[in-house]
């Protein structure tokens, strides 16, 4: 949509093709519903936040920064806020306001948009002023229309929730015209973990703790935040950053976890407060002194797992048992053993190859005529909002190279006469 609302901005004549019934349905369920949209921190940050191929984002990100993707959209009539973290969304709290207001764009530059069109194929022919180099000259349906055009932008997604329309296809059309595909897994996705008790805990959520994964006696990740037990395991921020950050260790499971759930007391302030927590409750149980301590929901697992009798009364506790204690709330244990599919994964890693990609203007070095963006890149951000600047960036960039490559039209198939169909600049 971003793409193709810039290609028509200089007055081509431009077609969104859509397989799905409406638009922008990935869209609508980003962010829970309230679309994350982008981040509003410095420009030169946004690299920070790209996992992968950063250095190929340098034109897109200045040619369409993140301050102008909020320009646009306020200009396309879509209020916004910026909460924790920088994270932008819409002040109505809908996603479905941020594709209105890119449908608006759309309808503003002249874009026809065609639903329920499955495009099958991007087809290519050869041209003696390209120098006989295969070009675009237009797309396939998957009822066997054939249309014409000059370029073609494809922005077909990842391979992730595929209940969304981003089945993939723009992988295919890419090894179809000779580009490289590079190694897609998902990403920003839960992790299974091993022990049985997480069953237990699924749906509880941890604030300000700190979680840590190893990789042997290498730490490969360690952030503060939120996380939440699920049914097989682990998710929440903190876990979906874990899994971009630690995506190239997925071959290697089992991983070791840690929580940290105190991490503002070191081991010795923990035992102290234990201590205290213990005087205060003399005669008690165990399981019943450590209640102050942690959500009730994770009393009986935590208790389990320290080996001490639950049943033993706080002051019975030996100085060894408490420490050991104070240790396991410092490291609780959790075993990595995989992560979901593509089906949980905010986020496809891996993509169409970018070394065959100009990044100034996001079009093949294979095939003229053709350019890419969005996730269908080997390109992947980290939650916040990043993804879909890289989304509104590679868009931009790539519509408005097309449109302007259309107002130097030495280098396309011209020789239109005898073609069939309905014909498009892009
Ligand atoms: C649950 C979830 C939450 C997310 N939340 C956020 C967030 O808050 N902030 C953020 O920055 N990112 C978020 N993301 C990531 C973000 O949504 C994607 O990175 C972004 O949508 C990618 O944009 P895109 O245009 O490349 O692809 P998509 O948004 O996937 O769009 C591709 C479109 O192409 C269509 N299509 C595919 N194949 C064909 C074909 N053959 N013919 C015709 N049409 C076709 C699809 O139907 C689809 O509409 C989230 C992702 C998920 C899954």
């Given at each position: 949509?971003?793409?193709?609302?810039?290609?028509?901005?200089?007055?081509?004549?431009?077609?969104?093709?859509?397989?799905?019934?409406?638009?922008?349905?990935?869209?609508?369920?980003?962010?829970?519903?309230?679309?994350?949209?982008?981040?509003?921190?410095?420009?030169?940050?946004?690299?920070?936040?790209?996992?992968?191929?950063?250095?190929?984002?340098?034109?897109?990100?200045?040619?369409?920064t993140?301050l102008q993707a909020i320009g646009f959209f306020e200009s396309?009539?879509?209020?916004t806020?910026?909460?924790?973290?920088?994270?932008?969304?819409?002040?109505?709290?809908?996603?479905?306001?941020?594709?209105?207001?890119?449908?608006?764009?759309?309808?503003?530059?002249?874009?026809?948009?065609?639903?329920?069109?499955?495009?099958?194929?991007?087809?290519?022919?050869?041209?003696?002023?390209?120098?006989?180099?295969?070009?675009?000259?237009?797309?396939?349906?998957?009822?066997?229309?054939?249309?014409?055009?000059?370029?073609?932008?494809?922005?077909?997604?990842?391979?992730?929730?595929?209940?969304?329309?981003?089945?993939?296809?723009?992988?295919?059309?890419?090894?179809?015209?000779?580009?490289?595909?590079?190694?897609?897994?998902?990403?920003?996705?839960?992790?299974?973990?091993?022990?049985?008790?997480?069953?237990?805990?699924?749906?509880?959520?941890?604030?300000?703790?700190?979680?840590?994964?190893?990789?042997?006696?290498?730490?490969?990740?360690?952030?503060?935040?939120?996380?939440?037990?699920?049914?097989?395991?682990?998710?929440?921020?903190?876990?979906?950053?874990?899994?971009?950050?630690?995506?190239?260790?997925?071959?290697?499971?089992?991983?070791?976890?840690?929580?940290?759930?105190?991490?503002?007391?070191?081991?010795?302030?923990?035992?102290?407060?234990?201590?205290?927590?213990?005087?205060?409750?003399?005669?008690?149980?165990?399981?019943?002194?450590?209640?102050?301590?942690?959500?009730?929901?994770?009393?009986?697992?935590?208790?389990?797992?320290?080996?001490?009798?639950?049943?033993?009364?706080?002051?019975?506790?030996?100085?060894?048992?408490?420490?050991?204690?104070?240790?396991?709330?410092?490291?609780?244990?959790?075993?990595?053993?995989?992560?979901?599919?593509?089906?949980?994964?905010?986020?496809?890693?891996?993509?169409?190859?970018?070394?065959?990609?100009?990044?100034?203007?996001?079009?093949?070095?294979?095939?003229?005529?053709?350019?890419?963006?969005?996730?269908?890149?080997?390109?992947?951000?980290?939650?916040?909002?990043?993804?879909?600047?890289?989304?509104?960036?590679?868009?931009?960039?790539?519509?408005?190279?097309?449109?302007?490559?259309?107002?130097?039209?030495?280098?396309?198939?011209?020789?239109?006469?005898?073609?069939?169909?309905?014909?498009?600049?892009?």
């Amino acid at each position: 949509m971003m793409a193709a609302a810039h290609a028509a901005s200089s007055g081509h004549k431009v077609l969104l093709l859509e397989k799905n019934e409406k638009l922008g349905k990935k869209i609508y369920i980003t962010g829970k519903g309230r679309c994350n949209l982008t981040n509003a921190c410095e420009t030169e940050d946004l690299f920070r936040h790209v996992l992968r191929n950063q250095k190929f984002l340098y034109s897109a990100f200045y040619h369409f920064t993140n301050l102008q993707a909020i320009g646009f959209f306020e200009s396309h009539g879509l209020a916004t806020k910026t909460e924790r973290g920088g994270r932008v969304f819409p002040v109505s709290g809908h996603s479905s306001d941020v594709i209105r207001a890119l449908q608006q764009a759309l309808q503003q530059a002249g874009v026809e948009v065609r639903l329920h069109t499955n495009v099958q194929e991007v087809l290519t022919g050869t041209a003696k002023a390209c120098g006989g180099e295969p070009h675009v000259t237009g797309v396939r349906l998957s009822d066997g229309t054939i249309l014409h055009a000059d370029a073609v932008i494809i922005a077909t997604g990842g391979c992730s929730y595929c209940s969304t329309g981003s089945t993939g296809d723009g992988y295919r059309f890419a090894r179809e015209l000779g580009h490289a595909v590079t190694e897609l897994r998902p990403s920003l996705v839960p992790f299974e973990t091993a022990e049985p008790w997480v069953k237990d805990l699924q749906g509880l959520s941890l604030k300000n703790v700190t979680v840590r994964i190893r990789h042997g006696s290498k730490t490969i990740y360690e952030d503060f935040g939120e996380m939440l037990f699920t049914h097989f395991g682990v998710s929440g921020p903190l876990v979906l950053s874990a899994s971009g950050r630690i995506n190239d260790y997925m071959e290697q499971m089992p991983l070791q976890m840690e929580i940290d759930l105190k991490p503002a007391l070191s081991v010795e302030q923990l035992d102290k407060r234990i201590l205290r927590d213990f005087e205060d409750n003399r005669n008690r149980q165990f399981k019943n002194g450590v209640q102050k301590l942690f959500p009730s929901k994770l009393i009986p697992v935590i208790v389990a797992l320290s080996g001490i009798d639950p049943e033993k009364k706080v002051n019975e506790v030996t100085k060894e048992e408490r420490q050991s204690f104070a240790k396991l709330m410092k490291a609780f244990p959790l075993t990595v053993i995989q992560f979901r599919g593509f089906q949980e994964a905010v986020i496809t890693r891996g993509g169409v190859s970018v070394k065959e990609i100009n990044p100034s203007t996001m079009e093949s070095r294979l095939v003229p005529g053709l350019y890419f963006s969005g996730e269908v890149l080997d390109l992947d951000a980290l939650t916040g909002g990043f993804n879909l600047q890289v989304a509104w960036s590679t868009g931009c960039l790539a519509g408005t190279s097309a449109s302007q490559k259309l107002e130097n039209p030495h280098c396309f198939v011209q020789n239109r006469s005898g073609r069939n169909g309905k014909e498009y600049g892009i």
